[in-house]
């Protein structure tokens, strides 16, 4: 994916404070070697990073987002790309690490019931 996707959670808002609404964020995604260099050796093709970095708002997943959807429009759709899996304690100054949905769809196929 290129350009932007948005995400959606119940998750904290800059490191504190729960919501009980549920927020959404549009932000750019970036491609593996970009995000490899804010998160040297622990991402992977199997993984998408979004979210803006400073010195732009913050504006990525936070915690309490894990399990949330990440979809992005393709060819004038709506697909999921991502599940929110982890990113910075404090939710700010690194993209957010989505689990890439297309990476696994063979074992979403077999484990379906």
Do not use: H
């Not at 994916?1 to 959606?8: K, P």
């Not at 709506?78 to 063979?106: K, M, N, Q």
Request: glycine share 12%.
């Amino acid at each position: 994916f290129s350009g932007e996707c948005t995400a959606t959670g119940w998750g904290l808002t800059q490191g504190t404070g729960d919501k009980t609404v549920l927020r959404e964020v549009t932000v750019p995604v970036y491609d593996t070697k970009t995000c490899l260099k804010y998160w040297p050796g622990k991402v992977s093709d199997r993984q998408i990073c979004m979210g803006r970095v400073p010195p732009a708002p913050r504006q990525t997943a936070c915690r309490g987002d894990s399990g949330g959807p990440l979809v992005c429009k393709k060819e004038g759709r709506w697909i999921l790309a991502g599940v929110t899996s982890w990113g910075t304690r404090e939710c700010i100054g690194r993209p957010a690490v989505y689990t890439r949905v297309s990476e696994y769809i063979d074992w979403i196929q077999q484990n379906k019931k």
